[in-house]
Antibody
Framework: EVQLVQSGAEVKKPGESLKISCEGSGDSFTSYWIGWVRQMPGKGLEWMGIIYASDSDTKYSPAFQGQVTLSVDKSISTAYLQWTSLKASDTAMYYC?????????????WGQGTLVTVSS | QTVVTQEPAFSVSPGGTVTLTCGLTSGSVSTSNYPSWYQQTPGQAPRTLIYSTHIRSSGVPGRFSGSILGNKAALTITGAQADDESFYYCVLYVGRDISVFGGGTKLTVL
């Protein structure tokens, strides 16, 4: 069974950095893409970007380009979403999801989500 | 900028049939957009219902089906049940390895 387990909730101050994780199991991690999805409080799902676990090829939505960094450590089957300087507007639930195949779409398997709260 | 459209809200009677749609502000949706549908109840992670237009995810009841209707992707629920009351999101692949979510549809069963 494919599972994606995300790191726990975070509370940070504006300007701080953060890296959250998404660990995969149950299948060949490097054969798939891992996508990240934002959900701000009371809002819908937003596609942020996607990374190919095999070679770290990364694509970002224009809205998130330059705002976050995706990375992967295939030796431990883990993908990361990183901020260098958080803003209050980064407060949201973040989900990772794995694709169905070696193509960058569609997303099929989901993590449980990581709640990030940014507040002074 | 590519925008994916969904009905903001829909209602259906228990046992009834409802079709939610997913379109593009510029152009038609095709199987090349790999339309996928997700169900989300408040406080829960999204659940994949349908991917690549019509493939039902493991464990998803047969009352959920996906298709292309005209120039849009469609999710049809046949024989709606009370626990189908939820938010439904579609996502479309728009090229260059980028996908875009629709704004979501709040489905009420009453």
């Amino acid at each position: 069974e494919v599972q994606l387990v995300q790191s726990g909730a975070e509370v940070k101050k504006p300007g701080e950095s953060l890296k959250i994780s998404c660990e995969g199991s149950g299948d060949s991690f490097t054969s798939y893409w891992i996508g990240w999805v934002r959900q701000m409080p009371g809002k819908g799902l937003e596609w942020m970007g996607i990374i190919y676990a095999s070679d770290s090829d990364t694509k970002y939505s224009p809205a998130f380009q330059g705002q976050v960094t995706l990375s992967v450590d295939k030796s431990i089957s883990t993908a990361y979403l990183q901020w260098t300087s958080l803003k209050a507007s980064d407060t949201a639930m973040y989900y990772c999801a794995r694709t169905y195949s070696s193509s960058p779409a569609p997303l099929l398997h989901w993590g449980q989500g990581t709640l990030v709260t940014v507040s002074s | 900028q590519t925008v994916v459209t969904q009905e903001p809200a829909f209602s259906v009677s228990p046992g009834g049939t409802v079709t939610l749609t997913c379109g593009l502000t510029s152009g038609s949706v095709s199987t090349s957009n790999y339309p996928s549908w997700y169900q989300q109840t408040p406080g829960q992670a999204p659940r994949t219902l349908i991917y690549s237009t019509h493939i039902r995810s493991s464990g998803v009841p047969g009352r959920f089906s996906g298709s292309i209707l005209g120039n849009k992707a469609a999710l049809t629920i046949t024989g709606a049940q009370a626990d189908d009351e939820s938010f439904y999101y579609c996502v479309l692949y728009v090229g260059r390895d980028i996908s875009v979510f629709g704004g979501g549809t709040k489905l009420t069963v009453l």
